[in-house]
T-cell receptor
């Protein structure tokens, strides 16, 4: 009963390095999304996907890329890490794009020095 | 522009009493509202939702109230228990929207 699985749980990067945050769901959900959580800011949408091969930008997309080659996987790529990207990242999925609750992974805590 | 606002960063309530968490929104297109609960080192988990055709929805100890004219919703927890200590996020969406918009969160502490 995995639900949404995120890896890694923790990561430390140096400024300018790149990395990929992995997200996989086993619920056959069409809709997947990435949020970041920062103190006092709540959860802000980075990118989302309404199905395999379809992605779009959220509120704070700059510095991040996504792709959706399968229904199950939705990786988030940081192209050139910056200290402003220090945050906790959550992947989430739902059965459809609106009107159904999101199921979240347990997050990746990223620190960029 | 913060479309969904939770103006109380924290709330402390005695065990057994009622906890009331508040949320305001500005976008009149929102027609679906949710509350999520988050424990440390875990992802948010869905708690309860309400659509704009209703003004109240109950699920056990949890009740959500929606006042559309005031663009305000609240979550009532009765009676409050120590396991309710967590951060609570409200979120809003509308039919056809591609995303949920979240508030900043309220940290609820239940004191024994």
């Amino acid at each position: 009963n995995a639900g949404v699985t995120q890896t890694p749980k923790f990561q430390v990067l140096k400024t300018g390095q790149s990395m990929t945050l992995q997200c996989a769901q086993d619920m056959n959900h069409e809709y997947m999304s990435w949020y970041r959580q920062d103190p006092g800011m709540g959860l802000r949408l980075i990118h989302y996907s309404v199905g395999a091969g379809i992605t779009d930008q959220g509120e704070v997309p700059n510095g991040y890329n996504v792709s959706r080659s399968t229904t199950e996987d939705f990786p988030l790529r940081l192209l050139s890490a910056a200290p402003s990207q220090t945050s906790v990242y959550f992947c989430a999925s739902s059965y459809r794009r609106s009107g159904s609750p999101l199921h979240f992974g347990n997050g990746t805590r990223l620190t960029v020095t | 522009d913060q479309q969904v606002k939770q103006n109380s960063p924290s709330l402390s309530v005695q065990e057994g009493r009622i906890s009331i968490l508040n949320c305001d929104y500005t976008n009149s297109m929102f027609d679906y509202f949710l509350w999520y609960k988050k424990y440390p080192a875990e992802g948010p988990t869905f708690l309860i939702s309400i659509s704009s055709i209703k003004d109240k929805n109950e699920d056990g100890r949890f009740t959500v109230f929606l006042n559309k004219s005031a663009k305000h919703l609240s979550l009532h927890i009765v009676p409050s228990q120590p396991g309710d200590s967590a951060v609570y996020f409200c979120a809003a969406s509308y039919e056809g929207a591609q995303k949920l918009v979240f508030g900043q969160g309220t940290r609820l502490t239940i004191n024994p």
